[in-house]
């Protein structure tokens, strides 16, 4: 089983639609979590980073942490074809090894006009 | 402020040689990290280098080495190529203390023939 599992989807959404990206983890000592966005043929960008359980939001985005069932989201809310992308969840590796980041399989997202 | 930089962007050789990758971190980023990223196995992590030693490593033959220079440039290598080594390398660099942010670079599309 591996430490991180997201689904590789596809998903695709009509524009203005609410997407929900989830993410489960098995490692009880993760203690931040990150979500990632990669647009094609290039290298992914730090989109939202959170610690505690609970919600953080920024603009359309909000990221839910819930560590009681080891389970993690992205919202996107009035999505654009602009959030077209892969959406990745990332956690730093145990013990000292945070630039470790473990990646889960990625959710290819298209947002149709 | 200049972003990440890998050289080259693609590269094509045959099995058995050898190749070498470039990272150049955004200027006053000490640490280096590298990825494999497949469409089989995603994203996976093979070392990070800090101050010119490594300080983490993934689970990766040692075939893969990698190396960092005073200005904090960084290299991989990989020996005696395989045609699973057909991936986008990516690098991320970051000032290399828990919770700092990784950015990353365009990645390098290396294709093993």
């Known amino acids: 089983q591996k430490e991180v599992e997201q689904d590789p989807g596809p998903l695709s959404v009509p524009e203005g639609a609410i997407v929900s990206l989830n993410c489960t983890y098995s490692?009880?000592?993760?203690?931040?979590f990150m979500w990632y966005r990669q647009y094609s043929r290039k290298g992914p960008e730090l989109l939202m980073y959170?610690?505690?359980?609970g919600n953080k939001e920024d603009g359309r985005f909000t990221a839910q942490v819930d560590k009681s069932s080891k389970y993690i989201s992205l919202f996107i809310r009035d999505s654009q074809p602009s959030d077209s992308a892969t959406y990745l969840c990332a956690m730093p590796g145990r013990s000292g090894g945070y630039n470790k980041l473990i990646f889960g399989a990625g959710t290819r997202l298209a947002v149709h006009p | 402020k200049a972003g990440v930089t890998q050289t080259p962007r693609y590269l094509i050789k045959t099995r058995g040689q050898q190749v070498t990758l470039s990272c150049s971190p955004i200027s006053g980023h000490r640490s280096v990290s590298w990825y494999q990223q497949t469409p089989g196995q995603g994203l996976q992590f093979l070392f990070e280098y800090f101050s010119e030693t490594q300080r983490n490593k993934g689970n990766f033959p040692g075939r893969f080495s990698g190396r960092q220079f005073s200005n904090s440039r960084s290299e991989m290598n990989v020996s005696t190529l395989e045609l699973g080594d057909s991936a986008l390398y990516l690098c991320a660099s970051s000032l290399g203390q828990e919770k700092d942010t990784q950015y990353f670079g365009p990645g390098t599309r290396l294709t093993v023939l």
């Open positions: 490692n009880s000592a993760f203690q931040y």
């Open positions: 959170t610690y505690s359980s």
